[in-house]
């Protein structure tokens, strides 16, 4: 398979492989995913729009934030 060509093929399927089709996408291509990927979720578990007050798992993505500059 090429780099970037289309296979059928389950060892086609490692993260890497995935990474490298996802790094290929333009910005807005990969934002059109983003937003493909939660219409199915939504679609699956509509009641997540209504979740409130989301805690962070630990061991997971962590996001970092810097200090605002007071007014």
Avoid: C
Avoid at 30 to 50: C, H, Q, S
Avoid at 55 to 60: E, L
Wanted: hydrophobic content about 40%; cysteine-free; aromatic content about 10%.
């Amino acid at each position: 398979m090429d780099r970037f060509g289309i296979s059928h093929s389950r060892d086609d399927e490692s993260w890497e492989a995935k990474v490298a089709w996802f790094r290929s996408l333009t910005v807005d291509e990969r934002y059109e995913t983003w937003e493909g990927f939660m219409d199915v979720v939504l679609a699956a578990n509509p009641k997540l729009i209504e979740a409130k007050d989301a805690q962070p798992v630990p061991g997971r993505v962590q996001v970092l934030e810097l200090p605002r500059p007071e007014p």
